[in-house]
């Protein structure tokens, strides 16, 4: 995309944005009785309301509850809730736009009211539904419905950063943005979507943060400092010689990617290529831990593509149970897109937004895949499921937590359940670098300690400090635990596996349970544990463009504690925790700040985790003007070696 295109692109982003901020702030406070502080008048107020729209102020109010309980601070949560709304509308049009352009959906945005699908839908609905924008409004709504069967996380319309709709003049200001000439072009770009994200937080407002504070304040600064677009270059560079260094020394060399990752670093001559053994295609899994809108996934689709197409065709044992129970290649070769998107890509990202831009790239891209196979939209393997999570505070409500965990067996579960629970509401601070899964190993041994002392203290002298106390209740006094319904040792032995399933059908009993407030907790709590089941795996291959400097304000004591070697610069913790989230010989690639090379405060950096733990594969000094940001880069790539580089 060259500069002229993008600045376009920035100008319809940073307008759109100031229409639907202006027009979901006025909507708030006029219709719906919410107040820029986060003040809010009672539903009961709101009787000139339609039932409708009596539904959705109720609804905001609970979204708006829900933020303040997480957040703490009702200004800044009123704030959120309205961001949210814009830039979800936003995402929703430009995505079907795209959708238009690859022939997805019918044209739907592109030429608003005159578009060939409105224009169908009157044509069956008639005069009925009112005036053009009410009919127009609830055709929309039957596109987000439709959609939202593969892209529930931006479309559907009962989410709660989507429950707003602009009205007529904000509609058609937003339509004229999407429909400019000069924007003709884009809409074929996979990573037009991306640039939306990134212009969405202007420039300007990046300064603004910047001079208010040398650290991130919060999550939101952390996540809008360090949108720095990764250019396509540098993302290929990087996979080529992870991901396709990967099946290229499993293939022996004998694999297209030899040939098509340009930018792979080969060999040096007369150097035997490394034997790694081949696998399924399947179990080849690639983590990108601060995806934004999923750059460096795009392209690792491509290659993913021909992994399977090679294993297909090449490596047929590979893929046994697949060969059984499809009748031809080409049937195959519509399954693989989203094998890719279930299997193999995975994402993380503080940012909500991200998570919804990235599971849209991703969705785009399998389409593009199925257009060139040419097969029809009634015929494509629906895509319901993705790698991609956010790491969020767990939900603030404890009182229904409380109440989803009453009368547990055993008791301990309860217990360790509610310890981890308090560590991951620090996931919107820490994101990617908690270390949950620590955190699980050590709560279970503090956990059997306290069995252990349960049963040893059973005939406790009389006359001590807690003699009117039950030998369980000391031990909860003591450990936090109450171990008192464990009746042997071997309980424990499976006891993360029982506490990971707990944790799990608590998320699936919660969802869609009862109130909607009830219903934003459990979809926040499920968001959370699929982010806790991802960073509890390993990855063949994990590529990044990490944040740099301080971290947020609230993470500075636990980044102090967990990555004291490392807790410099976040980029530098982030290539220590995802060294030792790689599987034994997997590859890890990543474009940082160069100073981790050099400066002498990053010699243990250097010293225990690069060269220690990791093998340099290939590096390339990129210097400036590589990221928008002043600062000199490096793109790298490591081996992980046999020894635990966080011993």
Partial sequence: MDAATRNALANMVGKARHILTEEFQSQLEGVYGIQRTGAMAGVEELRHLPDAELDVASLLRDRLRHLIATMDNPRAAAVRAVREQAFTILNRFAALRMAEARNITQECVRRGYLSDGFKLFLSNVGTALGDTYSAYRLYMMSVFDEVSLDLG??????????????????????????DQESLAGIWQEDEAIGWIYQFFNSVEERRQMRDASSAPRDTYELAVRNQFFTPRYVVRFLTDNTLGRIWIEMTGGSTDLAKTCSLYVPQPAGTPLPERPIKDPRHITMLDPACGSMHFGLYAFDLFETIYVEAW???????????????????????????????????????????????????????????????????????????????????????????????????????????????????????????????????????????????????????????????????????????????????????????????????????????????????????????????????????????????????????????????????????????????????????????????????????????????????????????????????????????????
Wanted: net charge negative.
């Fill in 153 to 178: 996380t931006l479309f559907d319309r009962y989410a709660a950063s989507g429950l707003l709709f602009p009205r007529e003049p904000a509609l058609r200001e937003l339509l004229e943005l999407l």
């Fill in 313 to 647: 065709d090449r490596h047929p044992e590979l893929l046994a149970d697949i060969r059984a129970a499809v009748k031809t290649r080409e049937e195959f070769l519509a399954r693989v897109p989203e094998l890719i998107i279930r299997h193999n890509i995975h994402g993380i990202d503080i940012d909500r937004r991200a998570v919804q831009i990235a599971g849209l790239s991703l969705w785009l891209r399998a389409h593009r895949t199925y257009a060139n196979q040419r097969i029809p939209g009634r015929d494509r393997p629906p895509i319901r499921r993705s790698g991609v999570v956010c790491a969020e505070p767990m939900p603030g409500e404890k009182e229904l937590l409380a109440q989803l965990m009453a009368d547990v067996k055993p008791k301990v579960l309860c217990d360790l359940a509610a310890a981890v629970w308090e560590e991951m509401k620090l996931a919107g601070d820490v994101g990617s670098l908690l270390r949950v899964d620590r955190t699980i190993t050590s709560l279970i041994d503090r956990a059997r300690k306290a069995w252990e002392t349960y049963v040893k203290i059973e005939g406790a002298v009389p006359g001590e400090l807690f003699e009117e106390l039950s030998r369980s209740r000391r031990v909860q006094l003591t450990f936090g635990f109450d171990v008192s319904d464990i009746k042997n040792a071997t309980s424990w032995e499976q006891m993360e596996s029982q506490l990971i399933g707990f944790l799990e059908s608590f998320a699936a009993q919660a969802t869609g349970a009862g109130t909607y407030q009830r219903k934003l907790f459990s979809d926040d709590a499920a968001d959370g544990f699929a982010f806790l089941d991802t960073l509890r795996r390993t990855y063949d291959v994990i590529l990044m463009n990490p944040p740099f400097g301080e971290s947020a304000t609230n993470a500075k004591d636990y980044i102090k504690k967990e990555y004291p070697r490392t807790k410099q610069d976040l980029y530098a913790a982030f290539i220590e925790c995802f060294l030792d989230r790689l599987a034994d010989r997997g590859l890890l690639g990543a474009i940082t700040s160069r100073t981790g090379f050099f400066l002498s405060t990053f010699q243990t950096w250097r010293e225990e985790i690069l060269l220690k733990g990791a093998r340099p594969v290939v590096v390339a000094d990129l210097g400036y003007g590589v990221l928008d940001a002043m600062v000199e880069t490096a793109a790298y790539c490591l081996e992980k070696t046999a020894e635990n580089v966080t011993a």
